[in-house]
């Protein structure tokens, strides 16, 4: 990018969809700062990233989307700022920040103001980022028929003062973490059903999870409301 400014305004449709060529990681380099992306009314995915080199910035984000708002995947060196606005509001995941095309050298960093979502599997999804790092200011998440929070694996920090209400699925699922503090600080409301829960399984010494929200609620039925299994994490309600 030279000197100005690039702004990406999109009304029914993706803002950005940078992308190798059919899972051919690599194929494209990124360099520069997007200063900002609107989407608003997407019937599907605010901005998608997969198996991008190089590194990209992306400033004053604000998503509105049906489907995921913010979807990497294997993507290198991407950042995510709230200098200005960010905010992600989705029917869809929220934020999806993934590594099944591939492990770049350097994982994602995002950081957003709320972030909203209302359905689909998850509304928060980090999967094995390594030393990634994701945080809001706040928001509210409901209705995922996987779990409202899911962060599989790394050491990376991730922070959501945001609400966890109910779902068919899990409240919040953090299994495999080596290291990092993950910090849910939003109360926790889920209804008498048979969803809801807690489930930390194979998380290990170093890793700290705490939640720190005034009201944490589980009606689970019949199911666990809170489970954890691994080597000694760092747990505090």
Avoid: C, W
Wanted: net charge negative; proline share 3%.
């Amino acid at each position: 990018q030279g000197a100005g400014t690039i702004s990406v305004t999109s009304a029914g449709g993706r803002g950005l969809v940078l992308a190798d060529n059919a899972g051919t990681t690599g194929t494209m380099a990124l360099s520069g700062t997007v200063d900002s992306t609107t989407v608003t009314s997407s019937p599907t995915t605010g901005i998608f990233m997969r198996g991008t080199t190089g590194s990209l910035t992306l400033d004053d984000v604000n998503l509105t989307t049906t489907g995921a708002g913010l979807d990497v995947d294997s993507s290198n060196g991407v950042t995510v700022t709230n200098t200005g606005d960010a905010d992600i509001s989705s029917a869809g995941s929220a934020v999806s920040l993934t590594t099944a095309t591939s492990n770049p050298a350097n994982m994602p960093v995002v950081a957003l103001d709320q972030v909203s979502s209302t359905g689909g599997t998850t509304g928060i999804n980090i999967d094995d980022v390594a030393d990634g790092t994701f945080s809001a200011n706040g928001g509210s998440l409901s209705g995922h028929s996987g779990a409202e929070v899911d962060v599989n694996n790394g050491s990376g920090n991730v922070t959501y003062p945001g609400t966890i209400g109910n779902g068919s699925g899990l409240s919040v699922q953090i299994t495999g973490r080596t290291g990092g503090t993950v910090a849910l600080a939003g109360n926790i409301n889920d209804t008498n059903d048979l969803g809801g829960g807690i489930d930390m399984s194979g998380n290990s010494g170093g890793s700290t999870v705490t939640f720190s929200g005034a009201t944490k609620t589980l009606n689970t039925g019949a199911s666990p409301a809170f489970s954890s299994t691994g080597s000694n994490p760092i747990i505090t309600f």
